[in-house]
């Protein structure tokens, strides 16, 4: 009976680990992001929705796209990408 106690608890432990994302540092973001070939800043992971990756770039190339989807899938993240932002010009 308590085998089965600790194996039920153990196999709860181990998926509770996987249900939450680890916060990535900004420069392990900024490390994947330079890999497919972003700047600084493209790739973003928010404390308050950790398991959404979100890059946010205009006008992504498929490649890249590919790239942070890959990196998203490896951590256990979903991919959500900005890209249609139309900056304002600036009034003078």
């Not at 990535?24 to 890999?35: K, T, Y």
């Not at 600084?40 to 950790?50: H, S």
């Amino acid at each position: 009976m308590k085998v089965g106690v600790l194996l039920i608890g153990g196999v709860a432990l181990a998926l509770s680990a996987c249900a939450t994302p680890r916060m990535h540092s900004v420069a392990e973001l900024n490390d994947a992001g330079l890999a497919c070939g972003l700047t600084y800043g493209e790739l973003i992971q928010d404390n308050e929705a950790r398991k959404l990756l979100i890059l946010f770039r205009q006008a992504p190339s498929p490649a890249q796209r590919h790239c942070a989807y890959q990196f998203a899938q490896r951590n256990h993240l979903k991919l959500v990408v900005i890209d249609g932002i139309d900056f304002p010009e600036e009034a003078n």
